[in-house]
């Protein structure tokens, strides 16, 4: 059974850091867990700076003028929050997984032994190659 998805509205209360009612639950820990959680972070940092970058955009092309200049200082504030976003990913999808109940760390647990299994079963795969 697929774990229940929340409607636009919720989504994007749970991106400005909203907690989700139980029966999302799954749904949380699905999304922290996934082999795309990664992206899915990165995402969900970006819908948190959209504002934030566009009112920096409009603010210094209305009141600077230079829109090469305002378009340059917006790429590089992009650029600053994308390696802060990627630096505490980690941390910040622990902590939603957390405030929905799970234990601290249980995102990270769940990911670190589903990467174990993986490389368990390509060596395993490598042994049967070269020694059959």
Known sequence: MAAKR???FRWLYFVYG???PDR???WVLHVATCPTWLVRAFG???MQLAPVLGALLAGLVVFGGSWPLALGSTLL???VALRIILAFAQDNVDARVAQHGFPAGHATAIR???HA???AAKAA???ETWQG
């Open 6 to 8: 929340p409607g636009p």
């Open 18 to 20: 909203g907690r989700l």
């Open 24 to 26: 999302y639950r799954d």
């Open 44 to 46: 969900r940092g970006l």
């Open 77 to 79: 504030g992009f650029l």
């Open 112 to 114: 670190r032994r589903r």
């Open 117 to 119: 299994d993986e490389e």
């Open 125 to 127: 795969r490598y042994r």
